[in-house]
C-alpha cells in the first residue's frame, strides 16, 4: 500500500469514527490528513482536480439531506461531511501547488 491510499484510508477511518465518537479537533485533522495528500501526490489533471472540488462543495449538501433518513442520519451526514473535509484539504493543496509551479520558471 502506498502513502496516498493511507492517508485517503485514514481520512475515511477519521470520519467514520469521529461519527460515532467524539474526537477533538477531528475536523482539523481530517483537513490536515487531505492537505498532506495532496501535496504528497498532487492531482495532475484538471479533470480530477475539478471532480474533487465538486465533491467538497456538493457533498456537504447532500450529507444535510441524509438527516431524513431516521436511525441513521445523522451518522451518514456526518461521514459525508467529514470526507467532504477531506477532499477540500487534497483540492487546496493539489491546487495551491499546481498554481505554485505555473508560477516558478
Known sequence: MNLDKGLIIAIILLAV???FVAIPY???AILLVGLVSGTTSPLTELSERT???LVALAAPTVAE???AIPVAG????AIVGSVALGAGGIWLASMTRALVNRIKP
Open 17 to 19: 469514527v469521529g461519527a
Open 74 to 77: 445523522a451518522p451518514l451526514e
Open 65 to 67: 439531506s441524509l438527516q
Open 26 to 28: 477531528a475536523g482539523l
Open 51 to 53: 471532480g474533487y472540488l
